[in-house]
């Protein structure tokens, strides 16, 4: 039986390449960070399920704490490991970037050098990013297009990625990187953007709240669905020869858009009225403001608009995104609408 270790197990991504891995018949070890509250939700039903209990095994650690890396290495001896833990929220990253560094650049080197050290057999998947592109130097952004990141997180993840390479060329290490576009989901986290906006259109729907207070309207990103791009992940460690992959839709649209889509989820037309600071997302029908701008929620430097070119994923992996951005909404924002109607 196959074994995978995946750091951020607790996290969207990883729950769902849990169940994934699970699915296809491997051994799967997660490293959870103790937590002071409850921080497994995404996870639970996996812990409680008794036929899980030789399948699925969890262990406290931390990248940042080469102690733990080396302990859940020993007791997990795993054919691949998939490293998805992270500071993962860019705006967050400007608050902590020293912090964001340890754990999104360093965290990965404490990895690769373990691997270098015990077991160079290892396979080991990167979680790269879109933001790696940042302030883009091409309209569409693949595997060669140069890299300009515009925030802590961006430039943390820029030496993940090159200490990626330089392992895989200097010792012959089977590291990977896949670079990832948004991929959003019911188990997104509730501060970014596309499920602040499906968790809150839900709660305006329900009576339970009146407006969305938001940033930048006009950012644009290429989301995807989750669950998809997990599948790539495996897909980029089953290729014959280590390497970096852009998993993408080729599609972006901007928040605005992301906010007039998930409105019609719930029967709402929204008019967009006013400029800059001072715009505001208007029900057509009732004339009640829906939407407005706060400025705490922009960026000292922002990513205006990433779109990926998925080509040579879908060419040499076969993979291809399926769900698209209109049934993406509407997946989360009834995801949503349920959790609050079930409460
Ligand atoms: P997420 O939901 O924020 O999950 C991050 C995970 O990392 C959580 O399990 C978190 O644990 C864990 N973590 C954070 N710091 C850690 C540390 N020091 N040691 C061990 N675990 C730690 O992120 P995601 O959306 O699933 O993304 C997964 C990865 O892909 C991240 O590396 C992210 O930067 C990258 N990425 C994401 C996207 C996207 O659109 N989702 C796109 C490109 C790349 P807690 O639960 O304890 O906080
Ligand atoms: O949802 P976001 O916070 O995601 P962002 O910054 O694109 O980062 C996510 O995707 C990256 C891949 O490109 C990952 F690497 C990263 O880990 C993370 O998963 O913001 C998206 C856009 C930004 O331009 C932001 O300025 O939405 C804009 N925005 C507007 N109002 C907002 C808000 N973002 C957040 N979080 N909250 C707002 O109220």
Redesign the pocket.
Known sequence: MKKALI????????SYLAEILIQKGYQVHG???R?SSF?TNRIDHLIENKALKDKFFFHH????DNNSIRNILEKSNPDEIY???????VRVSFDIPDYTAQ??AL?TLNFLEAIKQNNKKIKFYQ?????LYGKIQEDIQNENTPFYPRSP?GVA?LYAYWIIKNYREAYNIFACNGI?????SPR??ET?VTRKISKEVAQIKNGKNTKIILGNLDAKRDWGY?PEYCEGMWQILQHSSPDDFVLATGKSHSVREFVSEAFKIIGINIEWIGKGVNEKGVDKNSKKILVEINPKYFRPTEVDSLTGDYSKAKKILGWEPKTKFSKLVEIMVKSDYDLITKK
């Open positions: 750091t951020g197990i607790t996290g969207q991504d990883g490293m959870v960070r937590s921080n650690g931390d990248i940042t490293n998805l833990a992270a500071q993962s929220h754990v999104d965290g979680a790269s990013s879109s933001e997180y993840k990832l576009f948004n991929h959003e997104r986290g970014f989750a």
